[in-house]
């Protein structure tokens, strides 16, 4: 499976944008960019994912670059919230086992 | 309504024991799984199941066997606890399309449990 490699940490404060950046250069043809995020306590939440273009939903956009081997998981308006681990994630057929690495810790300062 | 939901919350119990964690969605998906969140928060899959079957095992010891009465349900049975086992176990579900590509997944809260 392809690997995906993301920061361990990352601070930001309410109310300003945060950009959380994935490397995957060994990504196929046929993976998608999943993101998905834990909050304190909880289960993993799906936020966004894509293949090609650039996509965006009501929590987030994912901006992936043109030769796909990074993306990058943008949230507008920091929340504290917000704060969860977000993991970058590549997966291409139906049924497959998501592969969660160590993902970023985000930290959201008042 | 809870989408996915699961049984105990929370599950502390003696080594040598057997338990069982339920999960239950309400989502009408096809596929369900079990992963396991260890001490040090890494998540890994332990099963899937399509349609009540098995699609996915991985290395996971024989005491531990998940069941699936009808899709809707997926059960895990442990049997002959031991200290490792002590972790949080989340349940999943996702749509499934033969062939597609992957769909979001749903998890449940977890079930935390400590064997002591």
């Known amino acids: 499976d392809a690997k995906t490699t993301q920061p361990n940490s990352m601070e930001s404060n309410e109310e300003e944008p945060v950009h959380l950046p994935c490397n995957h250069s060994?990504?196929?043809?046929?993976?998608?960019i999943h993101w998905y995020r834990q909050l304190p306590s909880q289960g993993p939440e799906y936020v966004i994912h894509?293949?090609?273009s650039n996509v965006n939903n009501r929590m987030a956009s994912l901006a992936i670059a043109e030769d796909r081997k990074s993306s990058t998981l943008i949230l507008h308006r920091a929340t504290l919230r917000d704060a969860a681990v977000y993991y970058c994630?590549?997966?291409?057929?139906?049924?497959?086992?998501?592969?969660f690495g160590k993902g970023t810790t985000l930290s959201v300062s008042s | 309504d809870t989408a996915v939901s699961q049984t105990p919350k929370y599950l502390v119990t003696q080594m040598g024991n057997d338990k069982s964690i339920k999960c239950e969605q309400n989502?009408?998906?096809?596929?369900m799984y079990w992963y396991k969140q260890d001490s040090k928060k890494f998540l890994k899959i332990m099963f899937s199941y399509n349609n009540k079957e098995l699609i996915i095992n991985e290395t996971v010891p024989n005491r531990f066997s998940p069941k699936s009465p009808d899709k809707a349900h997926l059960n895990l049975h442990i049997n002959s606890l031991e200290l490792g086992d002590s972790a949080v176990y989340f349940c999943a579900s996702s749509p499934f399309i033969a062939g597609g590509p992957v769909d979001e997944q749903f998890f449940g809260p977890g079930t935390r449990l400590t064997v002591l």
């Open positions: 894509g293949l090609t």
């Open positions: 994630i590549l997966a291409n057929q139906a049924g497959t086992a998501l592969i």
């Open positions: 060994t990504i196929s043809g046929t993976d998608y």
């Open positions: 989502l009408g998906h096809d596929t």
